[in-house]
């Protein structure tokens, strides 16, 4: 190989080298998540590209231009990198907000290694061929020299606003689809992070010209004109049946990782899978038709929702973006009772910024890693079974007291990737067939978790607890990934119909009170927006009297149901009594499918007016979050 051919080519191109290269790669980042390319789309990477490249080509000197390409080309396909990784477990593009969570990743480094897939590392192809090539070449002693720029700075910066006004104008445009899966392919990866900047300052400027009391005579104006009871009533709270059957009772609340739905009342050859949550199902508010709606921060966005009732903005996690408010919540009401209110998690507390979360739901104290024995079950740490050993120890000591207290439980023994220590709890024995598989891991992890449940069940009335308490249980998110484990596999091996979405977002939910004589199945749909105002019904509490503004309803007082979900779907996304609908660019071309039947259903035009309420509805809750108070500097 003629090494000095090589060099002088490349002395006499590089920019045209590098615009090669990285379209090259925007290219790949297209075809791993998107199901094909488009003219308009390829033409916006371009352009994008090219924006970038002038920069540097106009202001680098030319004795380092050629390392500044390499490492800005290093950078690129750095982000290419992650936000393909990224994209394997969320379903979704990530924006520069992601950047925020970076330092979660050490705490979570085996589920993040076990998404990775070896063909995601030729994005560094051509690195590691030019490493090679400077090795060779020094060894040989060709030099690799600067060279003179391609053209006047005018000539470049020209070029550089032409390209801004392209991709202005492409941003511009998309802007009408809230399909963020659309708007990203239609943008591609550079311009999609300049959109979401655009729409990051526009809400920030939104946030500080708003009026909050008007908003929430807006709020409260919209949610009067859905009709959320088939007979046209309002649904009034304090004239249900359900309507303060458990005031003043103790509330656990038991966050399960990972949990979906079809597990409960499954058996694997012969064993049931979660024996303590069925027969807790069997005895409580049993909801199986509840679905996830977090965004970006997962687990801690489950806890957020579950305590106000207010959507996910879906552009960054909302303990990060958020613990500055103060957050009207479940645990700010019963305080207003004379209820103290703790969380207990295994993880360090600063995960997910949860030290700032907390304070800004209104926990009064949090019991996080140092509170608990870690007897090493997973990458967290301490087991379930550690979590809800302090746990006990603690309410013990406020049921001693006559102190009514409102507890949280995190759990995280069921996290992915789902590898139980042998010999821990109730082993489930699994069939060939699905051992060392994703699917029969997941099995296992679940059946620990209920195992676990059910001891601290079992401690709950050992301790004369159970009976003035009520406990509720349900999943904050999926947990089988769709590349490990498809929906035809799960319904073979399983013999269940599993649907890749309908089953992938269904979570449990279940609301046990001593004082419900017989359990109930409430077919009724429902999201985690929905779990505190019927929480809340339970306990005689209106959140809406109280002025805390909620986005869900009382599933026990209602038989109507609409409520969207983004960022594991795209905006615009919405489950009604009938059908899971996802949009398109719009609504005329999204599709939709039967909750019952799980079954497309073509025509959905008779649904549009709940496409339009959730839209408004979601956004007037984005409104609402960010005109919150804030809390003062001694409780940030």
């Not at 990784?85 to 925020?100: F, I």
């Not at 949990?259 to 199902?281: D, K, M, R, W, Y």
């Not at 603690?394 to 023994?413: D, I, M």
Request: with cysteine.
């Amino acid at each position: 190989m003629n090494l000095r051919f090589i060099d002088e080519g490349y002395r006499r191109s590089p920019f045209v080298a590098m615009v090669l290269l990285f379209a090259a790669k925007s290219l790949l980042f297209r075809l791993f998540l998107f199901d094909g390319l488009t003219a308009d789309g390829i033409l916006s990477d371009l352009a994008a590209i090219l924006f970038v490249l002038l920069v540097c080509e106009a202001i680098v000197p030319a004795r380092i231009r050629g390392l500044v390409y390499w490492a800005v080309n290093l950078l690129f396909s750095l982000l290419l990198f992650a936000a393909t990784v990224y994209y394997a477990y969320y379903g979704s593009v990530p924006t520069y907000t992601a950047l925020k969570a970076l330092d979660q990743v050490g705490q979570i480094g085996d589920s993040v290694n076990a998404l990775i897939k070896g063909m995601y590392f030729v994005y560094f192809a051509d690195l590691a061929v030019i490493a090679v090539w400077f090795i060779v070449a020094r060894l040989t002693g060709v030099r690799i020299k600067g060279r003179k720029r391609i053209g006047k700075a005018g000539i470049l910066i020209g070029c550089a606003l032409l390209c801004i006004a392209l991709s202005g104008s492409s941003v511009y445009r998309a802007k009408a689809i809230p399909n963020e899966l659309e708007q990203a392919e239609s943008l591609g990866f550079l311009n999609y992070q300049a959109a979401a900047a655009w729409q990051s300052a526009s809400d920030n400027l939104a946030a500080t010209t708003g009026n909050l009391e008007e908003l929430k005579a807006e709020i409260a104006a919209l949610k009067a004109s859905y009709p959320y009871r088939s007979d046209g009533s309002p649904a009034n709270e304090s004239q249900s049946d359900s309507f303060g059957t458990a005031k003043g009772k103790n509330v656990i609340v038991i966050q399960l990782e990972a949990f979906q739905n079809f597990p409960i009342h499954l058996s694997v050859a012969g064993q049931e899978v979660t024996p303590t949550l069925n027969e807790l199902a069997g005895e409580s508010y049993y909801f199986p038709h509840v679905y996830q709606q977090i965004g970006q921060g997962n687990t801690s966005d489950a806890e957020f929702m579950s305590n106000t009732s207010i959507y996910p903005t879906g552009d960054i996690a909302m303990s990060t973006g958020y613990s500055d408010r103060v957050l009207p919540s479940l645990p700010r009401l019963l305080q207003a009772q004379g209820y103290t209110a703790a969380t207990f998690h295994v993880n360090d507390v600063s995960f997910w910024d949860r030290d700032k979360m907390y304070p800004a739901i209104g926990f009064d104290k949090y019991y996080d890693k140092p509170y608990y024995e870690n007897d090493h079950f997973n990458e967290f740490g301490p087991s379930d079974e550690q979590l809800y050993k302090t746990g006990i120890e603690k309410l013990s000591e406020l049921h001693k007291r006559n102190q009514p207290f409102y507890a949280q439980f995190v759990t995280v023994s069921s996290h992915f990737p789902f590898k139980v220590p042998e010999g821990r709890g109730d082993s489930l024995q699994l069939p060939d067939g699905l051992k060392d598989t994703h699917l029969g891991d997941y099995l296992s992890a679940v059946h620990y978790t209920d195992y676990a449940l059910g001891v601290f069940i079992g401690q709950l009335k050992a301790k004369g607890m159970w009976d003035d308490t009520v406990l509720v249980v349900y999943g904050d998110h999926f947990g089988l990934q769709p590349d490990k484990a498809n929906a035809a596999t799960i319904s073979s091996q399983l013999g269940i119909k599993y649907d890749a979405r309908l089953s992938r977002f269904n979570i449990p939910f279940i609301v046990h009170d001593s004082s419900l004589k017989q359990g109930q199945v409430v077919k009724q749909p429902g999201g985690q927006l929905d779990m505190m105002p019927t929480v809340a019904g339970l306990l005689g509490i209106v959140p809406d009297n109280e002025d805390a503004i909620v986005f869900g309803q009382n599933l026990l007082n209602i038989d109507r149901n609409v409520f969207g979900m983004r960022y594991y779907l795209p905006t615009g996304s919405f489950f009604n009594n009938d059908i899971l609908f996802v949009p398109g660019k719009g609504f005329e071309d999204g599709s939709a499918v039967s909750l019952e039947t799980m079954e497309p259903v073509a025509d959905f035009e008779q649904y549009r007016s709940d496409y339009e309420y959730v839209m408004k509805l979601m956004s007037l809750s984005d409104k609402y979050v960010r005109l919150l108070p804030k809390r003062g500097p001694e409780k940030a």
